[in-house]
């Protein structure tokens, strides 16, 4: 099936937000670095909006085919 440019967009944006959720977080836990924990909450905060997005654009998807 196609893919629209903002799909992908939203793809790769949700698991480039992931990679920095985790390396914050890793920080942030094993390091102690208190600004890396609140990276990983905005990274969070960040991919919950964008999951959303993408949510839509595949229900969208599913109800054209």
């Known amino acids: ?10 793809h790769e ?6 990679e920095t959720y985790l390396k ?12 890396s924990g609140t990276r990983a909450r905005k990274a969070l905060a960040e991919f919950t909006k964008i999951a959303k997005e993408r949510r839509k654009e595949i229900q969208s998807q599913k109800a054209t085919e």
Request: net charge neutral; glycine share 4%.
């Open 24 to 35: 914050e977080n890793e920080k942030f836990t094993e390091k102690g670095v208190k600004v």
């Open 13 to 18: 944006t949700l698991v480039n937000l992931f």
């Open 1 to 10: 099936f196609p893919v629209t440019i903002s799909a992908m967009t939203n």
